[in-house]
């Protein structure tokens, strides 16, 4: 089946700061969405994007479909921006979707 | 308009009982999917619905896994015969149709003691 991988495994952020999160997935995909999770554990929607470019606020996301590749941009990063940030994709016939292991954030004031 | 809603948010329960989890998805959408995230395993498919029939199962972890569908919307999820691998949070997703944006519900949290 598909893997994704997703870098770096754990960030450490000073409030205010830049970063960038990257996923690499090894097959064509139909869907790809990141997520936030919260520590409530609740999975928050942030881009449904299998290519191209999107922003929403402070974030952005990037999808080079053709090198099967995403990246989330977080800019002038907040502490309520902590958590874990999970890339997932949907390939071929499918309809379930495969996660990376996510990305575990700590942005400190 | 309203999330995806599951009950129960919690459940705890002894090994051997079987337990019911319940999944509303967002009104409209065909499309509804079961997930496990466990310490181990991260975030699992277990099956996936368009309206009523379940043409995925390939992720059920085995036959004391069980699901419908009823009216193309609510779901439920039973586990029989629980053991204590199966303590997880159970989250459900749905969307309108199967390539579309999938939305989570806030999942339920099983113990199994």
């Known amino acids: 089946g598909i893997q994704v991988e997703q870098s770096p495994p754990d960030l450490i952020l000073q409030e205010g700061a830049n970063s960038t999160l990257r996923c690499n997935f090894s097959?064509?995909?139909?869907?790809l969405q990141w997520f936030h999770q919260n520590p409530w554990g609740q999975l928050i929607n942030l881009f449904y994007?299998?290519?191209g470019t999107k922003q929403n606020g402070r974030l952005s996301a990037t999808t080079v479909a053709t090198e099967r590749y995403s990246l989330l941009y977080i800019s002038s990063s907040q502490t309520t921006d902590s958590g874990v940030y999970f890339c997932?994709?949907?390939?071929?016939?499918?309809?379930?979707?495969?996660f990376g292991k996510g990305i575990t954030l700590s942005v400190r004031p | 308009g309203a999330g995806v809603s599951q009950s129960p948010s919690n459940k705890v329960t002894e090994k051997g009982k079987d337990v019911e989890l319940r999944c509303d998805p967002i009104?409209?959408?065909?499309?509804l999917y079961w997930y496990r995230q466990s310490l181990g395993q991260g975030l699992e498919f277990l099956i996936y619905?368009?309206?009523?029939?379940?043409?995925?199962k390939s992720g059920l972890p085995s036959d004391r896994f069980s699901a419908e569908r009823t009216g193309g919307s609510v779901s439920t999820l039973t586990i029989q015969r629980t053991q204590q691998e199966d303590s997880a949070v159970y989250l459900c997703?749905?969307?309108?149709?199967?390539?579309?944006?999938?939305?989570f519900g806030p999942g339920t949290r099983l113990l199994v003691l």
């Open positions: 997703a749905s969307s309108f149709t199967k390539v579309e944006t999938q939305y």
């Open positions: 994007i299998p290519s």
């Open positions: 619905f368009q309206g009523n029939s379940a043409p995925d």
């Open positions: 009104s409209g959408h065909t499309a």
């Open positions: 997932a994709v949907v390939t071929g016939a499918n309809s379930k979707l495969t």
């Open positions: 097959d064509s995909v139909n869907n």
